[in-house]
């Protein structure tokens, strides 16, 4: 028998230490294989999902499918337009999250049987599943306007993705005679980013009134009203005359002259109800609902867009799918970018505690959208949210619109910021 | 003001100990409030700029009296004001907690080698004091001034001159002193100095 001297005492119950350890800290190996999680849609919210259960959990195995080889933010897009950066500034590619050890799969995902919990692609593999985390962002009602359909994008680009119609829409922009009217069409509500419409009519503005100052922009709303109305007019009045006789923009609500029947793509108008438009450059941000994969997966409601626990982001229609971003009903969040990385945060908590066989922890989330008026002209809105009595709610006090009598030294300060948040956000995501 | 903050939140970390497994069904979590923040103050804190704050490593009693501060109105701010109007003190300590924890990753930002000289003479005399390690120490709850984004520094020094925020009696002092001395171009060489930590 070999004497236990101090050193071999240590080793050995160093050793079943390190044993019991083990043993404490992988509970999901014990089962057998690790837990699988399988996310469709690599944008804000997937890519946010996918790096943030690994750093939760190292130990579950985590598939990312996305078609695109690299991604174009929404957000920020509307600075490529004005000229004021390049489109590769708002390009990230997946190499940060491979990183992280997330298996990263180029490749676009064609159903996903909830029963036997398999996500399947366009490429004919199959990814099984313990929990999946959908996040596809928007599909476009191309049959909501007479003459309009997808065929017409090379032409008239929504530019609503980031992206190829990003450039699209700056070319033409740049390519118009000083003179030239541009014409947005913003859809009805629900839709991706609320104030980016009028964010894109700023920009484009900032951009004609250095460059082509008698050229107009006609915004032929579906709506009524438009987030940050307040704050955007003030900007608009100061910086692009809005209001006057020489107003570079035009803003029309649904029911004086905004509402529109018909776009045509060989005479360049659109049709509202009392006037036809014709332009030099025409946007048309159609009306939206979930990405087409979650209607085909039956994940969507009769409006198209699909209905979630707010806690886990579980869909209220098949278990084991989780439904973030832009595709969920997530409301009061709205549909942004920013809300998109909050909702897969609390999803990806989720997640991991119920993988394990716990509960779902509290939920805590945040939403900011920055927009810049004009140089040295930055707003903002934000909230803070909880969850209580089984739903999203704003907390009381927190959150909303930059003040209106803001001083200039706390505007320029806003589009610093803006600018930060755009490096910070794209970094908490891809990096 | 620090000891009435040390106390809430040691009061807080006792009843997250004592509620442990229930602490879940109370409320966020340290991490799940700090992770909100990331998509303005970068991932775990440390920002990607140009303008706004690290959090990083900065002390939890720091971070609990900015967020009182904005809460309450009396240290101004383009957004924390509304930001901070949606949580609880206990939470201000959770975040603090988590925030206080994370190594910052310190940004290359353009310096002047000769004014940054400088500028590490002025730190040494007038700062080191309460802003301990070239101000890369977090020990004295003043904030972390090495490696901060130069434009935030700007804002804030404009911020104590106006009436946007109150310096402490002691810093207002050598403040003092070191402007009747050095002028503005004390402070542009501190600024300098905090852009060129590594
Ligand atoms: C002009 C503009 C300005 C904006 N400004 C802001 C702003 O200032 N602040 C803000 O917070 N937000 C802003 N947004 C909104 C923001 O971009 C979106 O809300 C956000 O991207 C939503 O994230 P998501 O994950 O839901 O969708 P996305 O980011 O669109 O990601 C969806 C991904 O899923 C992929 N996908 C789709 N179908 C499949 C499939 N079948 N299989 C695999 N993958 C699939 C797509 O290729 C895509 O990469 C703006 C958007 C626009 C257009």
Not at chain 1, 73 to 102: A, P, Q
Not at chain 1, 170 to 183: C, F, I, L, S
């Amino acid at each position: 028998m070999s004497k236990i001297t101090r050193r071999n005492f240590l080793k050995v119950s160093g050793a079943s230490m390190a044993m019991a350890s083990a043993a404490a800290y992988t509970p999901f190996a014990i089962g057998g294989a690790a837990k699988k999680v399988v996310v469709v849609g690599g944008g804000m919210g997937g890519a946010t999902a996918a790096k943030y259960i690994r750093l939760m959990d190292p130990k579950v195995e985590v598939t990312l499918i996305e078609p695109k080889k690299t991604y174009h933010t929404g957000f920020m897009s509307n600075e490529v337009i004005s000229g004021d950066r390049t489109l590769e500034s708002i390009e990230f590619g997946y190499d940060g999250l491979k990183k992280h050890g997330v298996t990263v799969v180029t490749d676009r995902v064609s159903a996903i049987d909830a029963g036997k919990k398999v996500v399947t692609t366009e490429g004919g593999k199959s990814f099984p599943y313990d929990r999946c985390i959908v996040s596809p962002g928007v599909s476009y009602k191309w049959d909501a306007y007479e003459g309009y359909d997808e065929s017409i994008v090379d032409k008239i680009p929504h530019a609503w993705d980031g992206g190829p119609q990003t450039a699209t829409l700056r070319d033409q922009v740049a390519a118009m005679p000083d003179g030239g009217t541009v014409v947005i069409v913003p859809p009805p509500n629900p839709f991706r980013c609320p104030p980016g419409p009028y964010e894109r009519a700023s920009q484009i503005a900032m951009y004609l009134k250095a460059n082509k100052p008698k050229s107009k922009i006609i915004i032929m709303d579906q709506k009524e009203k438009f987030s940050k109305q307040g704050l955007f007019t003030q900007g608009w009045k100061r910086h692009y005359g809005y209001e006057t006789d020489n107003s570079m923009i035009e803003w029309l609500s649904s029911t004086t002259g905004g509402k529109v029947s018909a776009i045509s793509k060989a005479d360049m108008t659109v049709e509202g109800e009392m006037d036809t438009i014709k332009g030099d450059v025409i946007n048309v941000i159609p009306p939206q609902m979930a990405g087409a994969i979650a209607k085909t997966v039956g994940l969507t409601n009769d409006k198209g867009w699909c209905p979630v626990d707010g806690k886990t982001f579980e869909s209220t229609i098949h278990k084991n799918i989780h439904v973030i971003g832009d595709a969920a009903i997530a409301s009061p969040l709205p549909k942004s970018g920013y809300a998109a990385s909050s909702e897969a945060k609390v999803a990806a908590a989720a997640v991991v505690a119920l993988l394990g066989g716990g509960d779902a922890p509290h939920p805590t989330y945040v939403n900011t959208c920055y927009s810049v008026i004009a140089p040295g002209h930055g707003i903002s809105v934000a909230m803070v949210y909880d969850y209580k009595d089984g739903k999203i709610v704003k907390v009381e006090g927190s959150g909303g619109l930059s003040p209106m009598d803001q001083t200039d030294e706390m505007r320029a300060r806003e589009e610093q910021y803006a600018h930060s948040w755009f490096n910070n956000i794209t970094n908490d995501t891809f990096g | 003001m620090g000891t009435k903050i040390k106390m809430m939140s040691a009061a807080v970390l006792t009843s997250g100990l004592l509620l442990s497994g229930a602490a879940t069904a109370a409320g966020a979590s340290a991490d799940a409030l700090g992770y909100t923040c990331a998509g303005c103050h970068g991932f775990n804190g440390s920002s990607r700029g140009p303008a706004t704050p690290h959090l990083a490593s900065a002390s939890q009693e720091y971070v609990v009296e900015m967020m009182t501060g904005y809460k309450d109105g009396s240290i101004a701010s383009t957004i924390m004001g509304r930001i901070a109007k949606g949580y609880s003190d206990e939470q201000f300590a959770l975040m603090g907690e988590f925030f206080a924890k994370q190594k910052l990753t310190k940004p290359k930002q353009e310096f002047d080698a000769k004014l940054a000289k400088k500028g590490a003479k002025l730190h040494d005399k007038y700062c080191e004091k309460c802003h301990a390690e070239g101000g890369s120490s977090a020990e004295d709850d003043s904030g972390i001034l090495a490696g901060q984004w130069v434009p935030y520094l700007k804002y804030t020094f404009a911020d104590y001159h106006g009436d946007g925020r109150k310096m402490g009696k002691k810093m207002k002092k050598k403040m003092k002193k070191m402007n009747k001395k050095e002028g503005d171009a004390g402070i542009e060489a501190l600024l300098n100095f905090y852009a060129e930590a590594k």
